[in-house]
């Protein structure tokens, strides 16, 4: 199964690894916090984090980042292999983006509805 690994999708494995480990080693600063998508109108909201939220994953569950990672390993070499490594890239950026940038949307809407 791992032989068959992709260099996009090793490369975002090592990415999440990485930042996984990191949030689990620097709790000091938050590291989680500061990755995570916050709510816009939040004081925590920064906008790179619709970029860097695709990368932090519950430090409380290793569950979490294993199935994430493990739909990453599955599905993700076959689309590399099928679209090419650029395609693929900007297919799992742009859907990353833009799931946060919609989650984003759809729940400031709400907010705003619910306090007027």
Do not use: C, D
């Amino acid at each position: 199964m791992f032989r068959n690994i992709t260099p996009v999708v090793k490369n975002l494995l090592i990415i999440n690894v990485v930042v996984f480990v990191g949030q689990l080693m620097f709790k000091s600063i938050n590291l989680t916090g500061i990755l995570s998508l916050w709510n816009i109108g939040s004081p925590n909201f920064a906008p790179y984090q619709f970029f860097t939220y695709m990368f932090a994953h519950s430090p409380r569950g290793f569950s979490h980042v294993l199935f994430n990672m493990l739909g990453l390993v599955f599905l993700g070499p076959l689309l590399e292999r099928f679209w090419g490594s650029q395609k693929f890239l900007i297919f799992y950026m742009v859907t990353g983006i833009g799931a946060g940038v919609l989650y984003s949307g759809i729940n400031y809407i709400q907010n705003t509805k619910m306090r007027s």
